[in-house]
């Protein structure tokens, strides 16, 4: 097939055309006074959101260059989610910026892309540094600031998401998900999450929305590293019999079994999943075995002479719903036996008594955080599936938000942080050296987010030089602080590193080639 091919200015235009189609859409959503937007779903309801990643992941344009640009910047909101689990919108907008004026700088100076680029990135490194140390530490009351803040200024939801931190502890497992019986509420269950997901990315490809959600699940746990399908054959027809779904817990799948698991996965034959175990060498034998304490499966040890083809129905164990994502696995309402639960927590105790030093209290102090620990479930209802899908992402993003505060401190929000640098006297000092050319690219981003905010309040922010920012919600210029209106530091951080990473990129390319529509 023929490729269509341009070069130079027109490419990085081209690219920068794409990423304004894609900003211009979602920068309404950022701020208290956000606006949503209507994504159009074939053969379903509109989907109404103001939520920035998941528009940006819907938007497809029709001109094959500007849709290279589009995708690179979904790739920034997707990374900031990925990482952070919000700030996408802030980070779109400052990268649009800096695409904008990076691109007409390059129209007359093409030669000068790779030094800009270095530019943006010792800038963005100094920038951080600053932020960091002008955090601070999460306190009670601030905590509910960041998370009615993050969750749009829902006083409600914010409260049910510190509710559900003061049960579980910031460390601990808390998921989202609708409410069957339309009522807003935190429930805590019997449960644990392991940093473990898909074992192939074929199963994410066949999931909703990246999840794999089992309701009524069986769990078959082993230390066996699986090569023979058949090994799996016994496990998966009392699946079929008892018309469940289920999970395989295995050290590893691999060679003709992987390839036969996901063919009959794919084709519809069997309901099932499988992930790796959590840890490695004993380590990932004592959790899998705290698993199969949690679930009430059988652990199936292969130094034991535990064998998968002789499984039977009460050597699985049973959960209400499992939820399998690309990076984790949680495991909600687990019906292993108390009684068993509390004798291996005993045994884990004694364990870390004896333990020789911190390292190893710490993982066994881990390892009883996740028996016993549970699951907080914060169960949201609304009067429509549209506005329920929504308000679940919304909670979602609040709640990462809210981790990210307690994890590495909060800044003044509304975009006010990175502002206050480009008036900072020591901030400045510390970018002296920079060309001033590059240097006013990277400080007219750096205002971009609460110029944004502002517009869409219709407001206008003027520095006083008194440290007091804008207040998104009424216009008025205030002590952020008081106000509460903070932004967690590491959400901040991640928006501004993903941004210039995805500016960087775009303002070195010089070619782009496409198929040749026919």
């Known amino acids: 097939m023929s490729k269509m091919i341009i070069r130079g200015h027109d490419a990085r235009q081209k690219l920068l055309d794409g990423v304004n189609e894609l900003t211009d859409t979602i920068k309404v959503t950022l701020g208290p006074k956000a606006r949503s937007v209507v994504l159009d779903r074939e053969g379903q309801a509109p989907l109404v959101m103001n939520d920035g990643v998941t528009i940006a992941k819907d938007i497809e344009l029709q001109d094959p260059f500007e849709n290279m640009g589009a995708k690179l910047l979904r790739e920034v909101s997707s990374q900031a989610q990925e990482n952070m689990g919000d700030g996408t919108t802030t980070a779109c907008v400052i990268a649009q910026k800096l695409i904008q004026d990076g691109v007409e700088y390059l129209k007359s100076s093409p030669t000068e892309s790779n030094n800009l680029k270095r530019a943006l990135d010792e800038m963005s490194m100094i920038t951080t540094k600053h932020l960091e140390s002008s955090a601070k530490e999460v306190k009670d009351d601030s905590l509910m600031a960041v998370a009615t803040i993050a969750s749009n200024n829902d006083n409600n939801i914010g409260k049910l998401i510190v509710d559900a931190i003061s049960e579980v502890g910031g460390d601990g497992v808390i998921t989202v998900e609708p409410s069957k019986s339309g009522n807003t509420e935190l429930s805590i269950t019997e449960g644990m999450e392991l940093p473990r997901g898909f074992i192939s990315p074929i199963l994410a490809e066949h999931a909703t929305d990246g999840k794999r959600i089992m309701e009524n699940a069986l769990v078959c746990i082993t230390d066996d590293k699986i090569t023979n399908f058949a090994d799996m054959l016994p496990a998966l027809e009392l699946s079929v019999q008892e018309k469940r779904p289920i999970l395989f817990v295995v050290r590893g799948l691999d060679g003709a079994a992987l390839t036969n698991f996901l063919l009959n996965v794919v084709n519809g034959n069997i309901d099932a999943c499988v992930i790796e175990g959590d840890d490695y060498g004993d380590w990932q034998d004592k959790k899998m075995r705290d698993l199969a304490c949690q679930t009430g499966a059988k652990f199936f040890m292969t130094k034991t002479g535990s064998d998968l083809k002789s499984i039977k129905l009460d050597n699985l164990g049973s959960c209400d719903k499992i939820i399998v994502s690309k990076k984790k696995t949680t495991f909600l309402g687990c019906k292993g036996e108390k009684d068993i639960i509390g004798w291996a927590v005993d045994k884990i105790k004694q364990d870390m008594e004896e333990a020789p030093n911190d390292w190893l209290k710490d993982k066994h102090k881990e390892r009883i955080a996740r028996l016993i620990g549970g699951v907080a479930v914060i169960k949201i209802g609304a009067p429509t599936q549209v506005e329920m899908n929504d308000t679940v992402e919304r909670v979602d993003d609040a709640l990462n938000a809210t981790r990210a505060a307690l994890a590495g401190g909060v800044v003044e929000g509304g975009g006010f942080s990175l502002y206050k640098l480009t008036q900072d006297t020591d901030w ?91």
């Open 428 to 518: 400045n000092k510390d970018v002296n050296h920079i060309r001033p050319d590059f240097y006013h690219i990277f400080v007219n981003a750096l205002m971009k987010p609460l110029q944004q905010i502002a517009e869409n309040g219709d407001w206008q922010f003027v520095w006083e030089g008194d440290g007091k920012g804008l207040n998104g919600l009424t216009g008025e210029n205030c002590d952020l602080w008081e106000a509460g209106i903070i932004d967690p530091v590491l959400v901040t951080m991640s928006s501004l590193q993903s941004a210039v990473s995805v500016a960087s990129m775009v303002l070195t390319t010089d070619s782009l080639v496409t198929d040749e529509k026919v």
